[in-house]
């Protein structure tokens, strides 16, 4: 027999997943356009602003939900996670337009070289890919498996940092040295990354709690 709750929790089911989707459509995009040096942001600001609306949406229906029926064990974790995990797909579809809006502010930096940005993004964007997977498949595994590519996305991250504020030979960094939009926008831009891969964790953890009702270890 259904319940009046599984009505709800299939709405919020939907609304969480169209976030996931829209999340992942929105990162993908920011990382195509700057790597062709494109600034168009007005299509990532529609989708920043429809994940900041599908949020506000999710967080009433989980509290109306929570004070109607006063769900318990795996529909409570269920609900409660959503609230949190629907916070980091509109983080995602933040940051993603923060690094459209960079390349904007700057102007045309297709002259500087990507390289590092672009080796940090392949590992965000599939850590990004894997938590939505995850959350749809309820893979209480994956948020180890996160948090390793976490500590990747890290590494990188404080590796790419010493190089552009260390005196170098290198093309990058002199390319940083010659144009400060170079330097400004490869920090920016790796800072986003940095913590989209921080936000997939987060996911993680969420899923790993609605299945097993505990923290990641991790956290």
């Keep these: 027999m259904t319940r009046l709750l599984d009505y709800g929790l299939g709405s919020l089911s939907n609304l969480i997943m169209k976030m996931a989707d829209l ?3 929105s990162v993908d995009t920011a990382i195509e356009l700057y790597e062709k040096g494109d600034g168009d942001k007005s299509q990532l600001f529609e989708w920043s602003e429809q994940l900041r609306v599908l949020q506000d949406e999710i967080t ?25 995990i629907s916070y980091g ?16 502010a700057m102007g045309s930096i297709a002259h500087c070289d990507k390289s590092a940005v672009m080796e940090m993004a392949k590992t ?31 590494a990188l991250y404080r590796k790419h940092l010493r190089e552009a504020i260390t005196p170098s030979t290198k093309k990058g960094t002199n390319d940083m040295v010659k144009d400060p939009r170079c330097y400004v926008s490869t920090l920016l831009i790796l800072r986003y990354l940095e913590r989209m891969a921080d936000h997939a964790c987060y996911v993680g953890d969420a899923v790993n709690y609605i299945v097993t009702g505990s923290s990641s270890p991790r956290r």
């Design 23 to 25: 999340s992942v459509r």
């Design 60 to 84: 009433e229906l989980a509290v109306e939900l929570i004070a109607r029926y006063q769900p318990v064990a795996t529909d409570l974790r269920f609900i409660r996670s959503c609230i949190e």
């Design 89 to 104: 797909f509109s983080r995602f579809g933040r940051y993603a337009y923060d690094i459209v809006d960079v390349i904007g």
């Design 124 to 154: 965000t964007t599939e850590m990004i890919h894997q938590s939505v997977q995850a959350l749809r498949t309820r893979d209480k595994t994956a948020a180890e498996k996160l948090y390793q590519m976490d500590d990747t996305v890290d």
